[in-house]
């Protein structure tokens, strides 16, 4: 690696590059770690996100909400713009967000409506979001469909996946460049990888998308699934769209990386079945400790007190009604008897009874971090949880004005280390349509989060749950040395 110095205008020209092509779109490599003089954080000038096709159902009709939160600018010039285009030539773009601060909605109800690919640019870039929540009302996949649209990487987790017989699961692949991505697609059972006939090199042509039947990779009828998908050129954006006869329909969020303990916050009250799903990525079998942190403290669920996955293989625990009607948050640990090895995991929830019944999936989450955004929350029907880990924190959660008017609201509360807080967002001032909150770490230690979205339809307790982690609207930017200098790499 070679170093140089350059005089003060090279390095303010070149500090503006760099800021300027600071982009969030995943897929990042750390291997160059040669120290710096220095780093500032700045504003992304630059975010991408892909959004699946919501729903092939001619009973679906979905919403999408496009939201920046204000405060991170940086005095980026310009108005910016935020943008969501057709992955196909059918469709047409979507209403743009054009200021901070207030969400943008549009609607479909076509059952061609095409994946998107998105992009926010100037001081619409820092913390974009997209929300798409789609309601099928009846016949096959009825059920609340809610994904938070993704940024394009190299590789994807997902955890709770099927080819049962019940099931018909989707991995919706987007490529958002001009050039094809290639994509390797491993599904992980019971007794390890799955034989798949096609899961090598699918091809996704540049700035298009494709949907993959996961039945149709695999003669195999798997009740419980993890699907590792990496792209081996280019980059994607990937979601999984499952649909059961019985339990309705939802998506599956990625998971977190794989890691020697994980936290799945926001489990609900009335959760009438949780099934957990755990896949053990090491090259030895991993023994995992299960807590559930209730709104009072840590508990161990009784049976479940541990958990033994096999190397490379996928196992899965029935927690039936866990938090017995006080929403909790699940914290995955290693045992102390064996060498820790790093896991994925996820559950799948229902909610009802009978032939009233909904699922939603919950993966395991990276914690919130600086900032995070959710959109689409609903006068009634939001729900955020937040777990605090290790040591107590404090949180600042900002509900934005609403898509139609109205003033932000903003308030601070506490969580206490190994406890749940499940609390409704504050409702904007006079405000009305749908809105964005915005969840903001002020103090202490880390803290996950979701939120549960229940619109209830016919009896039918319907609901999605959107996980929320950092929003990566900032980015850090090396600066000058005293010298005038700043390393050139």
């Not at 997209?130 to 009302?137: C, E, G, L």
């Not at 090199?201 to 996961?214: F, H």
């Not at 998908?229 to 280019?234: E, N, T």
């Not at 090396?478 to 010298?483: G, Q």
């Amino acid at each position: 690696m070679n170093r140089s110095t350059i005089s003060l205008a090279g390095a303010v020209a070149a500090l503006a590059v760099l800021s300027g092509a600071a982009v969030v779109t995943g897929g990042g490599d750390d291997r160059d770690t040669a120290p710096v003089a220095s780093a500032a954080r700045l504003p992304v000038q630059r975010s991408n996100l892909l959004c699946p096709a919501p729903s092939g159902s001619e009973f679906a009709k979905t919403t999408y909400t496009s939201f920046t939160p204000q405060g991170t600018s940086g005095g980026a010039g310009g108005a910016g713009s935020a943008q969501l285009v057709p992955a196909t030539p059918k469709g047409k773009a979507l209403k743009p967000l054009t200021a901070a601060g207030k969400p943008a909605t549009s609607a479909t109800d076509k059952p061609d409506a095409p994946a998107l690919i998105g992009t926010a640019d100037g001081p619409l870039a820092p913390g974009w979001t997209v929300q798409q929540t789609t309601v099928v009302d009846t016949g096959d996949g009825r059920g609340m469909l809610g994904t938070s649209c993704v940024a394009p990487d190299s590789e994807f987790w997902f955890s709770g996946a099927s080819t049962g017989a019940d099931r018909q699961d989707y991995l919706h692949l987007v490529n958002p460049d001009d050039t094809p991505a290639v994509v390797d697609v491993e599904l992980y059972g019971k007794d390890g990888l799955l034989k798949a006939s096609t899961g090598d090199g699918i091809t996704v042509a540049g700035k298009t998308a494709v949907p993959v039947l996961l039945s149709t990779l695999v003669a195999d009828k798997v009740q419980d699934l993890t699907v590792h998908v990496v792209a081996r050129s280019g980059r994607v954006g990937a979601a999984v769209q499952a649909v059961d006869k019985k339990l309705g329909s939802d998506w599956l969020p990625p998971a977190a990386e794989p890691a020697t303990s994980l936290v799945l916050p926001g489990i609900p009250a009335d959760a009438s079945d949780v099934r957990l799903v755990v896949y053990a990525a090491g090259s030895d079998d991993a023994d995992l400790t299960l807590q559930l942190a209730t709104p009072t403290g840590l508990i161990t669920p009784a049976g479940h007190e541990t958990m033994h996955v096999k190397s490379g293989m996928t196992s899965s625990a029935d927690l039936k009604d866990l938090t017995k009607g006080e929403a909790g948050s699940l914290l995955i640990g290693s045992s102390k008897v064996h060498t820790a090895v790093p896991v994925v995991a996820g559950v799948i929830i229902t909610r009802g009874k009978g032939s009233k019944q909904e699922m939603a999936f919950l993966p395991a989450v990276p914690e919130v971090g600086a900032r995070s955004t959710v959109a689409d929350n609903r006068t009634k029907g939001s729900t955020l949880s937040l777990v605090a880990v290790g040591k107590d924190a404090s949180v600042k959660i900002t509900s934005s004005a609403g898509s139609t008017g109205g003033s932000p609201v903003s308030k601070t509360i506490s969580v206490k280390a190994g406890t749940t807080v499940a609390v409704p967002p504050p409702l904007p001032e006079s405000g009305k349509g749908t809105f964005a909150v915005t969840v903001e770490t002020v103090s202490g230690g880390p803290v996950y989060a979701s939120r549960t979205l229940a619109v209830p339809l016919d009896g039918v307790p319907m609901f999605t749950i959107q996980p929320m982690s950092d929003d990566r609207g900032m980015v850090a930017v090396p600066v000058a040395r005293p010298d005038l200098g700043i390393l050139n790499h």
